[in-house]
């Protein structure tokens, strides 16, 4: 991780990238750059173990800058050469690349599929009980989960195998694969309000996002409406511009042309511009724009930044699950809330 790299993660969590390399160094001994360094040594290991792909592919994949420096890395880490690492590969060459996903079980796939399928954008994602699909511009993936094995198979293809790394990564905090779920379950467990329904769809996860932008536009949309009106409008934005659409393709758009009302329009119009000009935004300065009330920052946090604290308390469902007091008792949900959210909302999802 570069300098840069250092900075732009310190601005998307909206601290200073000083104070973001102290707590790396309390909490993990580490700087930033030497965990980004040993992500990126497990990931090549990883892909040098599960897949064909050519070691000079692996080592772009994996973010080095050459062969010859991913050669060298490789020896000082392990001590043995990449292709010493290698062995057998555990697939045949071609254009699918195959990637297991490893969780801490248990993992409601049935669930999270669920929550997911309804809000699936047309065009764009393909969501049964059994398979998620998803395609992006040069590319598709399909996941799936695997009978008796702690792990999602995830089959990908690539217009540039340099988009590997970014997908894995993304692929992980979709699923939420890193939740430590048995000591989230333990936690809300303890409240009698949240035990059955915990208990009921134990391994749920909370979605994350594709895009941290496409997320932010899927919750603009959801405001004021159903679930399915806002699926619909996400469908009509991708069939005029793209699967999907950049910000600077909405930051100038009329979108009033499918569907929405000027004043919802002009939002996503300004959050657009926001990213067109800074990538990188944080829930904070999303806050600081019109239109962007409680609700949708806080379900902004929870999906499209993965924070597990996150919690939409004026949303209307978890009020008439839980009470109009609902942001009182959450207090002891902390610091899961999200999951406490997910849980409440996915009560009903079998009736």
Request: charged share 25%; net charge positive; aromatic share 8%.
């Amino acid at each position: 991780m570069d300098q840069g790299s250092v900075e732009d993660l310190a601005a998307r969590l909206g601290i200073g990238d000083r104070h973001l390399r102290r707590l790396f160094d309390e909490h993990l001994g580490a700087s930033p750059a030497a965990v980004a360094n040993t992500r990126r040594f497990l990931f090549a290991k990883k892909l040098l173990t599960e897949t064909a792909l050519p070691v000079g592919d692996i080592a772009y994949a994996a973010g080095f800058s050459s062969v010859r420096r991913f050669n060298d890395v490789m020896r000082a880490a392990y001590k043995r050469t990449p292709r010493e690492l290698r062995g057998k590969a555990g697939q045949a060459r071609g254009s699918t690349i195959t990637l297991t996903l490893p969780y801490r079980p248990p993992y409601n796939w049935p669930a999270v599929m669920r929550f997911l399928a309804p809000r699936g954008i047309p065009g764009v994602e393909d969501i049964t009980p059994e398979v998620y699909r998803r395609k992006w511009n040069g590319g598709q993936v399909e996941v799936q989960p695997v009978r008796g094995a702690n792990h999602l198979i995830a089959r990908l293809e690539l217009a540039s195998v340099r988009d590997l790394g970014p997908i894995a990564e993304c692929l992980r905090r979709f699923f939420d694969t890193d939740a430590p779920i048995d000591d989230i379950e333990e936690h809300l467990a303890r409240d009698p309000r949240l035990a059955q329904t915990v208990k009921t769809n134990s391994g749920l996860r909370v979605p994350g996002a594709w895009d941290p932008f496409e997320l932010v536009v899927r919750a603009i949309l959801g405001q004021q409406v159903t679930v399915k009106g806002a699926t619909t409008l996400a469908g009509r934005i991708t069939s005029k511009f793209g699967c999907f659409p950049a910000p600077k393709v909405l930051a100038g758009a009329d979108l009033t042309t499918i569907g929405l009302p000027g004043a919802r329009a002009q939002t996503l119009r300004t959050v657009a511009g926001a990213f067109a000009t800074t990538p990188n935004q944080t829930v904070e300065a999303l806050r600081g724009l019109p239109g962007i009330g409680d609700w949708t920052a806080q379900y902004i946090a929870m999906r499209a930044f993965n924070e597990p604290d996150a919690f939409p308390a004026s949303d209307l469902g978890l009020i008439r699950a839980a009470g109009k007091d609902v942001a009182k008792r959450a207090e002891a949900w902390r610091p899961w809330r999200a999951y406490a959210a997910m849980h409440l909302w996915m009560e009903h999802s079998n009736d």
